[in-house]
């Protein structure tokens, strides 16, 4: 009975593996960096189009210093309260429009040169790797 059983389960199609949910979805990251923004949008008018989508903590175009004139490079990041809807919002790179023109949705990367970069349990890392050496030390 046993391997007739065994037979049964073996024959039986195997089921294709499904990809493990990304980052966003399983809670995961909830900021995404938008790109090809018009030079017109502003921090308001990204907010707004990204309210469509889901409550929105925080959104903000990058622009240039104040003195340079204070102008938009193009880019800004939103910044949901729940990651699904940052999920939803990268699903629909490319198709999704903000005053007229579509733009470019991905998770945000998190930025480097953080106060904690470099520290280990708050202390400074110190000291490198291996001195190298010839290989023979095997």
């Known amino acids: 009975a046993h391997l007739a059983l065994l037979r049964r389960v073996s024959s039986a199609p195997r089921r294709a593996r499904s990809l493990p949910p990304s980052p966003v979805a399983m809670g995961g990251p909830t900021t995404v960096f938008v790109r ?3 030079y017109s949008c502003g921090d308001k008018g990204l907010e707004e189009a990204f309210s469509e989508i889901g409550p929105v903590k925080e959104a903000f175009i990058v622009a240039e210093k104040k003195g ?7 880019f800004g990041f939103v910044h949901f309260a729940l990651a699904e809807d940052a999920a939803t919002a990268v699903s ?8 007229g ?6 998770v945000a990367k998190q930025k480097l040169g953080t106060k904690s970069e470099g520290l280990i349990h708050g202390k400074p890392i110190e ?3 291996g001195g190298g050496g010839d290989g023979d030390d095997r």
């Open 36 to 38: 090809n923004l018009p």
């Open 68 to 74: 340079e004139g204070g102008k938009s490079k193009g």
């Open 92 to 99: 629909k790179s490319g198709t999704f429009v903000v005053e």
């Open 101 to 106: 023109r579509p733009v470019t949705i991905d």
């Open 127 to 129: 000291g490198g790797g």
